[in-house]
C-alpha cells in the first residue's frame, strides 16, 4: 500500500499537521498553566499585602488576641478561597486561621521549609503535593514574615491556595486539544486523499495510455486539466503520441512503397 504515491502523499501530509499539532498543544497547555500559575501567585501576593499590614497592627497584643483573629475571618467571610494561617514564632503554634486548625502545631501540615524560610526572614512561595485519604492535593503555598516595631520577625503570615480547579482545568483543556487534533487528522487524512488523487490519477492515466501505446495502439490522448506539471506532462505526452503516430504512418507508406 506506501509502495502508492498516493499514500505516501497523505502520510507525508498526516505526519506534518500531526506534528505541527502536537507542537501547538504544548505551547499552548504550557501557556494557559503559566498564565493560570502567574495569576494565582498575584492572588496570593496581594492577599498578603492586605493582612500583613493589619496584623501588625496587633501584633503587640499577642497572635492569639481577639483582634487578629477578627481580620483572618473577615477575609474568610470575604469569600476568599485560600487558606490563612497566622503562626507564632515562637512555638510554631497556629494563633488564627480560616479552617478549623487553631492551636495545633503548623509543623503537622504546612511545609517546613517555607515555614524555616519565612521565620528567616524570608518571603517565599511554592507549589506542595500532599497526599490526604489516597488523593494527591496540589496546592500553591506563600509565606511571609510578620515583623513588630523593632522589624523582628516573631511569627508568620502563611497563605495556600488549592490547585485542583486549576489542574482540572489544564486536563480538560489538554481533553480538548487531543479531541481537536484527532478530529483535524482524520480531516487531514480526507484532504490529503484528495489531494493526492488528482495527481496521481492522471500519471496512471498517462502509465495506462503508455501501456496500450507499447502494445501497438497509437491512437491515445491524455486530458489535459491543469496548467501546472502534471498538465504539461498530459501535453508532452500527447505531442509525443502524435509525433509518433506520425512517423509510424510515414514508416507504414515507406515499407508499402518498397513493397510496391
Do not use: C
Amino acid at each position: 500500500m506506501f509502495k502508492s504515491i498516493r499514500w505516501k502523499f497523505t502520510t507525508i501530509y498526516f505526519m506534518l499537521v500531526f506534528i505541527g499539532m502536537i507542537i501547538a498543544g504544548v505551547i499552548i497547555v504550557e501557556s494557559f498553566e503559566r498564565y493560570h500559575m502567574n495569576d494565582v501567585s498575584r492572588r496570593l501576593v496581594n492577599l498578603a499585602e492586605l493582612i500583613k499590614p493589619q496584623i501588625e497592627q496587633y501584633v503587640d497584643l499577642g497572635f492569639d488576641s481577639p483582634e487578629i483573629r477578627t481580620i483572618i475571618q473577615n477575609q474568610s467571610e470575604l469569600g476568599f478561597r485560600e487558606e490563612i494561617f497566622i503562626i507564632s514564632g515562637t512555638d510554631y503554634k497556629i494563633a488564627a486561621t480560616s479552617t478549623q486548625n487553631i492551636g495545633r502545631s503548623a509543623e503537622e501540615f504546612l511545609d517546613f521549609e517555607l515555614l524555616v524560610e519565612g521565620l528567616n526572614g524570608k518571603t517565599r512561595e511554592k507549589n506542595i503535593t500532599i497526599q490526604d485519604a489516597g488523593y494527591l492535593i496540589r496546592t500553591m503555598d506563600h509565606v511571609e514574615p510578620v515583623r513588630d516595631e523593632r522589624q523582628s520577625v516573631v511569627g508568620l503570615l502563611y497563605i495556600r491556595y488549592d490547585l485542583t480547579d486549576v489542574y482540572k482545568s489544564l486536563s480538560e483543556s489538554k481533553a480538548t486539544i487531543v479531541r481537536a487534533t484527532l478530529a483535524a487528522l482524520g480531516i487531514t487524512i480526507l484532504l490529503g486523499f484528495m489531494i493526492a488523487r488528482t495527481i496521481t490519477e492522471p500519471i496512471n492515466d498517462v502509465t495506462e495510455k503508455a501501456a496500450k501505446m507499447a502494445a501497438g495502439d497509437f491512437d491515445q490522448k491524455v486530458d489535459v486539466k491543469s496548467n501546472d506539471e502534471i498538465g504539461k506532462l498530459a501535453e508532452m505526452f500527447n505531442v509525443l503520441t502524435s509525433e509518433l503516430k506520425t512517423s509510424m504512418d510515414e514508416i507504414s507508406r515507406e515499407k508499402s512503397k518498397l513493397e510496391a
